[in-house]
T-cell receptor, first 110, second 115 residues
Framework: GENVEQHPSTLSVQEGDSAVIKCTYS??????FPWYKQELGKGPQLIID?????GEKKDQRIAVTLNKTAKHFSLHITETQPEDSAVYFC?????????FGKGTSLLVTP | DTAVSQTPKYLVTQMGNDKSIKCEQN?????MYWYKQDSKKFLKIMFS???????INETVPNRFSPKSPDKAHLNLHINSLELGDSAVYFC??????????????FGPGTRLLVL
């Protein structure tokens, strides 16, 4: 089955800096790559996603890049704010199931 | 209005008991899921139903039985609860479109603690 690796497991940045989280996947047939943000005590919330026919996607301060050849994708958050502090999950999918990475705990310090 | 809702939010029970968790979505989606998040925050798919039919059944003990009375509801019944069942259980839903996976919307979770 699909195996998704996510790094780093924890990330601490100063407010205003950029944060980058990287994921790799094992199954080249995966075609959908969402990123979720989970705040304490809440369910995961989709923040951005990308499909295998696109190399990059941006939404304000958030961007995702996908390298199908290398089978990796990354989340970039620019101008980080304290409210960006949360656990971020990447996922990869072929069919109906999402296979999640183990999460990155991001802390943005003022 | 909550798009994906779950009840109860917290569930504390004794080992050996049977309990149910309910999930409802008002998004008009055809596909619903149950995920388990363990103490290390790892999220893993348990079941998926598409239009009331089971389409994914991962390696989950048969003490766990999902039931979908209609496409807006997917309940999870757990028999003979064990300590290792303690986790957060998330329900999710997605629209059914050709090609398989679409955006999944998660509920707030049910925190189950088995004593």
């Amino acid at each position: 089955g699909e195996n998704v690796e996510q790094h780093p497991s924890t990330l601490s940045v100063q407010e205003g800096d950029s944060a980058v989280i990287k994921c790799t996947y094992s199954d080249s047939a995966s075609n959908y790559f969402p990123w979720y943000k989970q705040e304490l005590g809440k369910g995961p919330q989709l923040i951005i996603d990308i499909r295998s026919n696109v190399g990059e996607k941006k939404d304000q301060r958030i961007a995702v890049t996908l390298n199908k050849t290398a089978k990796h994708f990354s989340l970039h958050i620019t101008e980080t704010q304290p409210e960006d502090s949360a656990v971020y999950f990447c996922a990869a999918s072929i069919g109906y199931a999402l296979n999640f990475g183990k999460g990155t705990s991001l802390l943005v310090t003022p | 209005d909550t798009a994906v809702s779950q009840t109860p939010k917290y569930l504390v029970t004794q080992m050996g008991n049977d309990k149910s968790i309910k999930c409802e979505q008002n998004l008009g989606h055809d596909t619903m899921y149950w995920y388990k998040q363990d103490s290390k925050k790892f999220l893993k798919i348990m079941f998926s139903y598409n239009n009331k039919e089971l389409i994914i059944n991962e390696t989950v003990p048969n003490r766990f039985s999902p039931k979908s009375p209609d496409k807006a509801h997917l309940n999870l019944h757990i028999n003979s609860l064990e300590l290792g069942d303690s986790a957060v259980y998330f329900c999710a839903s997605s629209p059914r479109l050709a090609g398989g996976v679409e955006t999944q919307y998660f509920g707030p979770g049910t925190r189950l603690l088995v004593l």
